[in-house]
């Protein structure tokens, strides 16, 4: 069953080049300059990994779930030749809330969250040659960069700032993307044109990228904001 | 043809009288029609109200209150009233907008005290309507007579309400860090919750807001004390209820998730640090100049 599944996938992958490819030289399309895309994913920051930290405070308060993390990226491309390469800038938020623990152990009524917002530099290369000239409509991509990730935690609704700690701040760190991209304009190639034409939106994608970053200020102490995770999203070229 | 003309005639005609009458409002403060007023307003409050005309007038615009809910078509026609300054028929007709005031223990009541009642501004639990009535004449238009029908102004309804409202409910009381958190509800006619705090019966501090703005949350208290609530209402006239819910609530120590990794051994104390912070700044600001200089390339 699985194999023909990917018998099929294959099937379709192969058989669309054509028809993107009648599409993909259109004398009429808009410069193609930059990129905006917006992601969603779950995040975990390895808070409980930290030298000298005991038991597990973040999985003790905030259980087992990952944090929602939705992000908005814009990209410059300087390079379109074999690829398209360029510089990327990109906003994300995340929170959570539980209730707050009771030194007795148990559940208080207040509650206690968690955010972060984290802003990434990045290179960014997409190696859709084969997309553009021979109409296969996977685009692989790498995005190495560096991460600066403010973040703040609250109790009942104000930052629980204690005596000897600020309940706020900021890590810096250096991060991998690597992710694959489905060109949409190979479904509806009429209605992408029409999206250029009308927008200017050259092209639409939806893609999955893993990210491995590593985010405690290059190994200082305190917060250890790293992870790795998937995130998905939806890319428009303009 | 002479059917048309007739006919136009006739329609130009009725639509000229339709035109003829005379129109007054009286509303108060911001355009309202409505104004709740308490007894604390009766010692020096004033109430302005706003004549508004449309129309010609044959006459003066006379001014009464009275109790209850009816204006008649002349102030001698009411059973209880108060004659005001009239609005003379030249101003009615020219100025089309002005104003007049009255004391708030100005209002007739009946059953006052000159008639061997007990009636009257300041006495409490009376919940009373009252019109700011106003008549005058209209001039016809093709005649210039002065209609025989009296025209009644739209009335300003005023609301003497002295009566307080029930005691809000508390619902619930959370226990927080040095603080509790109180859910309240209310009769419809409050408008607003006064929670009182008491230590041993002494008052520690006391909170006011709107009943729909949510809980009222009281801060700086002691943890491990048990603190007593009294939750009073306050309708829109200002009145206060007599009685009040009571409850009971101790705030107690809870561990938030930073005080927790702290506790657990977190070295972790906050701050942005210039480094993190110069280099993402410098990456950002060299992104930027990047974009800004960086020639559209054509796919």
């Known amino acids: 069953m699985t194999r023909a599944v990917a018998l099929g996938v294959a099937v379709f992958l192969i058989a669309l080049p054509g028809e993107a490819q009648e599409k993909s030289d259109v004398p009429t399309q808009s410069p193609r300059s930059g990129s905006v895309e917006f992601r969603l994913g779950g995040y975990r920051p390895q808070l409980d990994a930290e030298e000298g930290v005991e038991g597990a405070p973040f999985s003790e308060v905030f259980g087992a779930s990952n944090l929602l993390l939705f992000e908005v990226e814009l990209q410059r491309f300087f390079y379109q030749g074999i690829g398209t390469a360029g510089v990327s800038l990109s906003l994300g938020y995340a929170e959570k809330y539980a209730s707050a623990l009771l030194p007795s152990g148990g559940r208080a009524q207040e509650r206690t969250g968690f955010h972060v917002l984290p802003v990434r530099v990045r290179g960014v290369y997409r190696f859709d040659y084969p997309a553009f000239r021979w109409g296969i409509p996977v685009v692989p991509y790498v995005k190495p960069g560096l991460v600066y990730m403010p973040w703040w935690i609250t109790k009942g609704g104000e930052p629980e700032d204690l005596a000897d700690g600020k309940a706020s701040g900021g890590k810096l760190g250096w991060e991998v993307s690597g992710g694959v991209s489905f060109l949409l304009d190979v479904l509806e190639p009429r209605l992408a044109r029409d999206f250029d034409s009308d927008l200017g939106v050259n092209h639409s994608y939806l893609f999955a990228e893993y990210t491995y970053a590593k985010v405690n200020n290059f190994g200082g102490p305190g917060f250890n904001l790293s992870d790795s995770y998937w995130m998905f999203g939806l890319a428009l070229d303009y | ?299």
Not at chain 2, 9 to 19: G, I, K, N, P, W
Not at chain 2, 117 to 131: H, K, L, M, P
């Open chain 2, 1 to 299: 043809m002479r059917t048309l003309l007739i006919t136009a005639a006739v329609l130009v005609s009725t639509a000229a009288s339709a035109q003829s009458g005379v129109q007054v409002n009286l509303r108060f403060a911001n355009g309202a029609e409505t104004v709740r007023v308490s007894p604390g307003d009766c010692a020096s409050r004033r109430v302005v109200v706003t004549w508004t005309s449309t129309g010609t007038a044959c006459q003066e615009l006379a001014l009464w209150l009275t109790e209850g809910t009816e204006c008649k078509d002349t102030a001698d026609a009411q059973t209880t009233r108060r004659s005001l300054t009239s609005v003379p028929q030249t101003t009615l007709n020219t100025a089309r907008t002005g104003t007049f005031e009255f004391n708030v223990s100005e209002l007739p009541f009946s059953g006052a005290a000159g008639d061997g009642g007990t009636r009257s501004c300041g006495v409490g639990d009376v919940e009373q309507e009252f019109r700011v009535c106003g008549s005058t004449k209209a001039t016809e238009l093709f005649s210039g007579a002065c209609s025989t029908t009296v025209t009644k102004a739209s009335p300003g309804k005023l609301t003497y309400d002295s009566k307080p409202p029930a005691p809000p409910t508390i619902d619930a009381v959370s226990q927080l860090d040095e603080a509790l958190r109180v859910e309240v509800s209310g009769a419809s006619d409050v408008n607003q919750v006064r929670l009182v705090v008491l230590r041993d019966g002494a008052e520690v501090t006391r909170k006011t807001q709107g009943l729909d703005v949510g809980p009222i949350q009281v801060e700086d208290l002691e943890n491990e004390v048990t603190y007593q609530l009294e939750a009073y209402g306050i309708d829109a006239a200002g009145n206060e209820s007599t009685t009040a819910s009571t409850a009971e609530g101790t705030p107690i120590k809870t561990l938030g998730f930073y005080e927790k990794y702290r506790q657990s051994g977190g070295k972790e104390t906050g701050g942005c640090g210039a480094t993190g912070g110069g280099l993402a700044g410098s990456a950002m600001l060299a992104v930027l100049g990047f974009w800004l200089s960086s020639r559209r390339n054509r796919s």
